[in-house]
């Protein structure tokens, strides 16, 4: 009997551990996308800005 109960609380520590990995995993996952639909915005922008400024160099080299 001791030796079950013994077992039942290492499976439960083990599980609350696998939990909290778990969890640690998800905010690193998190972090991770939200990095990277930051750099593909700035991106975005960058392209965005160099159009305008050739758009803009170009209007006015024709008038």
């Known amino acids: 009997m001791k030796y079950s109960k013994h077992k039942?609380?290492?499976v439960f520590?083990?599980?609350l551990?696998?939990?909290e990995t778990l969890k640690n995993y998800k905010e690193i996952m998190?972090?991770?996308i939200v990095i990277a639909i930051?750099?593909?915005m700035?991106?975005?922008l960058v392209f965005?800005?160099?159009h305008i400024i050739?758009?803009?160099i170009y209007t006015m080299r024709l008038s």
Do not use: F, P, Q
């Open 8 to 10: 039942i609380k290492e």
């Open 13 to 15: 520590k083990s599980k």
């Open 17 to 19: 551990c696998c939990n």
């Open 30 to 32: 998190i972090t991770v």
């Open 38 to 40: 930051i750099i593909v």
């Open 42 to 44: 700035l991106i975005t």
């Open 48 to 50: 965005g800005t160099m």
């Open 54 to 56: 050739r758009d803009s």
